[in-house]
């Protein structure tokens, strides 16, 4: 059975946390990381959130983050293989279904990392929108108190549908 959702109030903690962490993570990363972003969120001041910090890295060829799997562990991350997921690479931070950091590596510019940075700055630029989502994120980890994945499909269309507000929006510019 999954860890009870809670869903805690925004914390600065979380982009304290996060710069700590990127610190470590540019250290290791320096030779293949383009970008290193605060995604998900607890990179978005006022949203609650469970309190896992999301750190997404862009790189060029996700051939090359084969080798810093041994790095990356040194400082704590578990490579995790998702094969339903090939366009990323994923670790976490702490115990199985109690992390408390994930890094999502995906390639530069690619519609996984476009998709991230638009729902986070979407969120981060329309105050009624991020108030949308963080009751809709209450109501659903009281449905979904035990079940991560339904909490998270659930979650699904609203993100699906900001993401395609924000497309709109570039494209109308």
Known sequence: MDKQIVIEKYTSDWAFSFNEEKKLLEDILSDIAISIEHIGSTSIEGLGAKPIIDIMIAVSDLKAVDDFIEPLSNIG?????????????????????????????????????????????????????????????????????????????????????????????????
């Not at 992390?99 to 986070?120: A, C, V």
């Open 77 to 173: 991350y578990e490579h995790v293989f998702h094969k339903e997921f090939p366009n990323r690479r994923f670790f976490r931070k702490g115990l199985w279904r109690a992390g408390t950091h994930h890094l999502h590596i995906y390639k530069y510019k690619s519609k996984e990392w476009n998709s991230n940075i638009l729902f986070r700055d979407y969120l981060r630029n329309h105050l009624d929108i991020r108030n949308e989502y963080n009751q809709l994120k209450i109501e659903l980890a009281q449905k979904y108190s035990c079940d991560r994945v339904g909490y998270t499909e659930a979650k699904a269309p609203f993100i699906i549908g900001v993401i395609q507000k924000a497309t709109d929006e570039i494209k109308c510019r």
